[in-house]
């Protein structure tokens, strides 16, 4: 699998700063449109910052997550309270941004409403994963009742409810992940580069969700730093 490493966190947000804006502005080239998809956490809201300030045809771009806690936008955990906060602003503040929580707090008329909007969305141009310490991607968390629908359903989003994390989640489901045209998985840190390289080949997604998007599963590509 295309491997990446970085000496620092600050080489691996411009290269990935670069990466994904090359790949929005061919997109804009090529179809008129773009769309990106980000994650949630501290390891890339520095890269979040860096992106705001590239000169892009923002407005050509639909922007959104790949998961959400299933809180208001306001709550300090939201990660579209984050993504506004820190994206959708300066150069970026003209993308259109796709929300996983419009109808909060109804679960049954939000996943309806997100449903069909994801649904219709072409094969997304670029998406941003992270991982956390438990293997993790996203809202599939292998602690969750829900993780073998989430790694199989062909439908665009899941709600989840992990026992190892605070709040139900919103996230897009792998297959839905998966349907792009580029993947990358942002890895910051050396315990959970530790855990990566430990993760096998062939380990049953439903205990290691992000190995459904690396080799010989996937083809999102690995970009890590200490």
């Known amino acids: 699998m295309p491997d990446f490493q970085f000496a620092t966190p600050e080489a691996l947000d411009e290269a990935l700063r670069l990466a994904v804006s090359e790949r929005l502005q061919k997109a804009i080239d090529l179809r008129g449109s773009a769309t990106l998809v980000l994650s949630g956490g501290s390891t890339p809201q520095a890269l979040y910052r860096q992106l705001a300030e590239t000169p892009l045809r923002w407005d050509c771009v639909t922007v959104l997550l790949a998961d959400d806690r299933w809180v208001a936008a306001d709550h300090e955990d939201s990660n579209e309270g984050m993504l506004r906060r820190l994206l959708l602003q300066g150069e970026a503040a003209s993308a259109y941004f796709l929300s996983l929580c419009p109808g909060y707090p109804d679960v049954q008329a939000n996943l ?18 992270g991982m956390g310490l438990d293997r993790h991607t996203a809202s599939l968390f292998p602690c969750s009742e829900q993780i073998t629908e989430a790694l199989a359903t062909s439908a665009s989003v899941v709600m989840t409810r992990p026992t190892t994390a605070p709040h139900q989640r919103i996230s897009l489901s792998r297959t839905r992940l998966a349907n792009c045209r580029w993947g990358a998985l ?23 969700p992000v190995s459904a998007f690396l080799p010989p599963r996937g083809s999102f590509e690995v970009w890590r730093s200490p």
Do not use: C
């Open 186 to 208: 942002h890895i910051v840190g050396n315990d959970k580069v530790r855990v990566l390289k430990a993760i096998e080949p062939d380990a049953p997604a439903v205990t290691a």
């Open 112 to 129: 309806e409403i997100v449903e069909a909007q994801v649904s219709e969305l072409p094969p997304f141009d670029a998406v941003l994963l």
